[in-house]
């Protein structure tokens, strides 16, 4: 596991003793936190231990060439910014390894002392920048997937939600079936004395060219007859309603029950059971 990184820390590797003093006394002016190596292996034993941001390292050096380094860098640490050190002669063989992403920037010696804290400088912020990127990069797919998974889960949702309502829907269906098919008149009244429901047996009742849905209750039962269903109001049990007179004249006991009190439906179901003539 790698160590938490320090902030700006560089890599300087070169086998030339002076030339690494003279780099680490060099850039040790620009504030950064430098380690150095004095072999290509060296340098991959701190980039094992330690999270380093650039890698400045010398192109020729026996045992290992900077550009084998820094190949073997970029797979240690593929985020860190890579930057090789070379002579003139070099500069062609170096170019290919620009070429395949190990390398950053190279630089060519003998250095400007300037030119080379420039040429650093700029790769700190460059490495910054691509830092910043990986990291709006990681919170982008992250919210991405939050997104995802926030609609997976509304759709999931919705298809409960419309299995309910079609569920709902087959509910309705059936019980006004059932309902059509009682051979007892029923009729269910909202709040505001509106017929809400009647079935067939209702309709026989009161005439085929009665309208009962959509009409008012007032208009089919006498005063009497809705002042005993209003009384009716919160009662659990049937009450027995004085009986109703049909227009051929046969009698019916009504008993109302109002609805709601075990569920969220509101209003009365009437229900006219024909008297036993015998």
Request: aromatic share 4%.
């Amino acid at each position: 596991m790698q160590a938490p990184t320090l902030a700006n820390t560089l890599l300087l590797v070169d086998e030339e003793t002076g030339v690494l003093n003279a780099l680490c006394h060099l850039l040790g002016q620009g504030g950064y936190n430098i380690l150095s190596a004095d072999s290509g292996k060296a340098g991959l034993r701190i980039l094992r231990e330690q999270t380093v941001d650039v890698i400045l390292s010398e192109q020729h050096m026996s045992g290992m060439s900077g550009d084998e380094f820094l190949h073997q860098a970029k797979i240690l640490q593929p985020d860190s910014v890579r930057m090789l050190l070379t002579g003139d002669q070099e500069i062609q063989s170096v170019a290919r390894t620009v070429n395949k992403g190990s390398v950053y920037k190279f630089l060519t010696k003998p250095w400007n002392d300037e030119q080379l804290r420039a040429t650093v400088a700029e790769a700190f912020v460059y490495k910054g920048l691509c830092d910043h990127n990986r990291h709006l990069a990681q919170t982008l797919a992250e919210t991405n997937q939050k997104l995802f998974e926030n609609n997976q889960h509304l759709q999931q949702l919705l298809e409960e939600k419309q299995y309910r309502i079609q569920l709902g829907e087959k509910v309705v269906k059936v019980l006004h079936e059932v309902t059509q098919l009682v051979p007892l008149p029923l009729l269910g009244v909202d709040d505001n004395g509106m017929v809400a429901s009647a079935n067939e047996a209702a309709q026989k009742l009161f005439g085929a060219h009665a309208l009962l849905l959509g009409g008012q209750i007032s208009t089919l039962l006498s005063p009497k007859l809705l002042q005993h269903i209003m009384q009716n109001e919160g009662d659990e049990k049937d009450v027995d309603i004085p009986p109703f007179i049909a227009a051929d004249g046969k009698l019916y006991n009504l008993r109302c029950r109002t609805l709601g009190l075990r569920s969220q439906a509101s209003g009365k179901l009437i229900i006219f059971m024909p008297q036993n003539n015998d």
